[in-house]
């Protein structure tokens, strides 16, 4: 087996189209390199920008076999790039569905995000951390015409002592924009299925941190959902009773990462960007911003799960440390 190779500062290491940077504070990853390495210019398309619009798949639009080849490229490029930059991911997810079936707009919308991820030009940053805690943010986007959801999600390494006020965002570990394909009736409905996604995938990003540490680690859910927080509350749902037995489950899941769910302001919200896409207005190459939902005022709260699993461990005599550990 190869002997590992240690970075020194301003050291920097490429693989795959991947460069690794080793500065002061930590490491950079980043595709620079081959994102200059993309030929696409606005010149040649229709279009100059990304919009919203063009990702409405309610359009009706002439399926073009002719562009199977070239649209499957493109997404290839597209998904490529999503592993440093957690922005494309709503995008891709979005278009990847077309990639056996393009129309015209769909690969001019493919080709522009290229573009715009070449501007952009992202990277991802890791600082270190002695004494880590898991942090996920879950958001989701509901339509009514469909009656379905699109749920997202991403996780932190933090400092244990960070809240949410000055919590940093280097340490972005996993994201994920996933569509939500069950018929719902509500937001809420659609907040819980996304839960329950991130929550089943926390499992093996909690283990992996801890194996790397040698300890035990705190998780921590956010969310903008006050009637989410209500139903992780008290463990029903008054106005859809078909949707109890998730709740039950992911309350279960919950207890046995002993995580605590805790509310947070829309504007603070970071799992948005994987919900929607909408650029806020024409101006030169500024990045997207995604759009906001209305400011719900509510009393920030929090749900200890691992609180509750300790008090469940005390009334059944169990020993605390044997609790709430999955195999």
Same mark, same amino acid.
């Given at each position: 087996m190869d002997e590992p190779e240690i970075l020194s500062a301003g050291g920097e290491m490429g693989y795959t189209g991947l460069e690794v940077r080793k500065n002061e504070s930590g490491f950079e990853i980043s595709q620079e390199a081959y994102l200059k390495s993309i030929p696409v210019q606005t010149d040649d398309l229709?279009?100059?920008? *990304?919009?919203? #619009? @063009?990702?409405?798949e309610e359009k009706e639009e002439e399926k073009e076999e002719d562009l199977v080849e070239v649209m499957m490229k493109v997404m290839g490029?597209?998904?490529? @790039?999503?592993?440093?930059?957690?922005?494309?991911?709503? !995008?891709?997810?979005?278009?990847?569905?077309?990639?056996?079936?393009?129309?015209?707009?769909k690969l001019v919308a493919a080709l522009l995000a290229l573009i715009r991820a070449r501007e952009k030009n992202n990277s991802l940053h890791f600082e270190g951390v002695i004494d880590p805690k898991l942090v996920l943010f879950v958001d989701t986007a509901y339509s009514l015409s469909c009656c379905e959801g699109r749920g997202g999600f991403e996780a932190y390494l933090v400092d244990k002592k960070e809240k949410i006020e000055g919590m940093r965002r280097t340490n972005l570990v996993v994201w994920k924009s996933k569509r939500i394909k069950r018929k719902l009736i509500s937001l809420t409905s659609a907040e819980l299925c996304a839960l329950v996604d991130s929550v089943k995938q926390s499992?093996?990003?909690?283990?992996?941190?801890?194996? *790397?540490? @040698?300890?035990?680690? #705190?998780?921590?859910?956010?969310?903008?959902?006050a009637p989410l927080m209500e139903q992780l509350e008290?463990?029903?749902?008054?106005? #859809?009773?078909?949707m109890d037995a998730l709740l039950k489950y992911v309350q279960q899941e919950l207890r046995a990462l002993k995580m605590r769910v805790l509310w947070v302001s829309t504007d603070r919200q970071r799992a948005n960007r994987y919900? =929607?896409?909408?650029? #806020?207005k024409e101006r030169g190459n500024q990045a997207p911003q995604v759009e906001a939902k209305k400011e719900v005022? !509510? =009393? +920030?709260? @929090?749900?200890?799960?691992?609180?509750?699993?300790?008090?469940?461990?005390?009334? +059944?005599?169990?020993?605390? !440390?044997?609790?709430? !550990? +999955? +195999?």
């Open positions: 229709p279009r100059k920008s *990304l919009s919203s #619009e @063009m990702l409405n490029v597209l998904g490529w @790039m999503c592993w440093t930059s957690a922005d494309l991911a709503f !995008v891709f997810s979005e278009l990847s569905c077309y990639s056996s079936h393009p129309t015209g707009s499992f093996q990003w909690k283990r992996l941190a801890e194996t *790397l540490w @040698m300890k035990l680690l #705190e998780a921590e859910i956010y969310t903008d959902s008290s463990g029903y749902s008054k106005r #859809e009773p078909r919900t =929607k896409y909408k650029l #806020e005022h !509510v =009393k +920030r709260g @929090m749900v200890d799960f691992a609180k509750t699993c300790r008090s469940k461990a005390k009334k +059944r005599g169990d020993s605390p !440390v044997n609790v709430g !550990v +999955r +195999r």
